[in-house]
């Protein structure tokens, strides 16, 4: 029954039935949700215009829904007449579906595709511009000696930053990874070093010192040394720092006899403690 008037006195009776609309079929049977339902409605409407006008319409309307046509009483819209239509041609949208999912898997694949050339090419021109950019700064004789006037031209600057950062701060254990790793990149891309290697080999040669891996700091320290003199001349601060660097391991190492040849003879104008370089 369209209203749940069951058990109740013939006044309430009629009262529901004047002042309540009837009960939804899709509440009763889920099955009979969505057209059925509305052809239901509409012959059940209240107000007569908003019937079904004869019973040739009714009928029309059944024949569409046998058929998975859209039926008359139904509001159009785009997504009801598609799956009234795909149902009726199930062959035909599987194939559009499947050739419309090949369209879509080509054109993620070569957009995929398209994105990897580019960021090979970035990259490319990334490392072209840092080789760039080490080759001039260990090179060129006007090259500066602070690396911060080339920040914008070495990329590597921010993590020897980091580096340097560490190992003032006496973390150098973790300062020291990063050394070591600054200074594979730096070999890696100038073979034959230059002042800014000989640098990264000071500063990774003090790590060792502390981290009391003598042998190994002496390496980096003399390395460090050798290179700054044929790029910076004896006589240069960076020069001299590299020869402190190795005073410093030799007291800690307690190898007065290694430290003897850095230090110069005294005279009447030189400190005793003036490194010389070894004779």
Not at 65 to 77: A, F, K, M, Q
Not at 164 to 170: I, N, V, W
Not at 197 to 216: M, N, P, Q, S, V
Request: neutral net charge.
């Amino acid at each position: 029954m369209p209203h749940a008037v069951e058990g109740l006195p013939l006044p309430e009776v009629w009262y529901r039935l004047e002042h309540e609309p009837p009960r939804r079929p899709s509440r009763l049977d889920p099955a009979l949700r969505g057209d059925l339902e509305t052809i239901i409605l509409t012959a059940m409407a209240e107000e007569p215009a908003q019937r079904y006008q004869s019973v040739a319409e009714l009928a029309e309307d059944i024949r569409r829904y046998l058929s998975d046509r859209p039926i008359t009483r139904r509001p159009p819209g785009f997504l009801y007449e598609w799956r009234k239509f795909a149902r009726r041609n199930k062959l035909l949208v599987a194939a559009v579906l499947a050739i419309m999912t090949g369209l879509v898997a080509t054109v993620v694949n070569t957009t995929a595709a398209l994105e990897r050339a580019k960021r090979t090419r970035a990259e490319k021109q990334r490392e072209a511009e840092i080789r760039d950019a080490l080759i001039w700064l260990m090179t060129d004789p006007n090259a500066p000696a602070d690396e911060d006037n080339v920040v914008g031209r070495l990329p590597l600057v921010a993590q020897r930053r980091m580096a340097r950062e560490r190992l003032e701060a006496k973390n150098y254990r973790e300062a020291e990874r990063d050394y070591a790793q600054l200074i594979r990149v730096v070999e890696f891309l100038m073979p034959k070093g230059g002042w800014y290697l000989a640098t990264l080999r000071g500063e990774h040669g003090e790590c060792l010192t502390y981290l009391r891996r003598f042998e190994e700091a002496e390496r980096e320290l003399l390395a460090s040394y050798e290179g700054l003199k044929a790029a910076r001349g004896e006589d240069h601060p960076a020069t001299r720092e590299a020869v402190r660097r190795l005073l410093d391991l030799y007291g800690l190492w307690h190898k007065p006899e290694k430290a003897a040849p850095w230090l110069a003879p005294p005279t009447e104008s030189t400190p005793a403690t003036q490194p010389a370089g070894p004779e």
